[in-house]
């Protein structure tokens, strides 16, 4: 079974920084671009960041570059977001995903950024 599990949300306050973690199984972890994505509400699931399967190459959107790091590590085939400087705006729900098949969502992280 393909299992996506992202943790490590939190409540910060602006300017704070988190670390989330997408646990991943049941799948070949290296063959796959993963993708993190966020859906605040009333608003549309947005992409965050993702990160090549072969060469790690990644990709932000404009919200997200200068501030967030997307990391895979291939041995706990777990990917990482690593946030900084976070602003009242990136409060979301966060989900991890294969980029491209972007199958179930599961539940997320919730990430909480207080003004």
């Known amino acids: 079974e393909v299992q996506l599990q992202a943790s490590g949300g939190g409540l910060v306050q602006t300017g704070g920084s988190l670390r989330l973690s997408c646990a991943t199984s049941?799948?070949?972890?290296?063959?796959?671009?993963i993708g993190w994505f966020r859906q605040a509400p009333g608003k549309e699931r947005e992409e965050v960041a993702c990160?090549?399967?072969?060469?790690?190459?990644?990709y932000y959107p404009a919200s997200a570059k200068g501030r967030f790091t997307i990391s895979r590590d291939r041995v706990k085939n777990t990917v990482f977001l690593q946030m900084n400087n976070l602003k009242p705006e990136d409060t979301a729900v966060y989900y991890c995903?294969?980029?491209?098949?972007?199958?179930?969502w599961g539940q997320g992280t919730q990430v909480t950024v207080s003004s």
């Open positions: 990160i090549a399967s072969s060469d790690a190459k990644t």
């Open positions: 049941g799948f070949a972890f290296d063959d796959y671009a």
């Open positions: 995903n294969d980029w491209l098949q972007r199958g179930s």
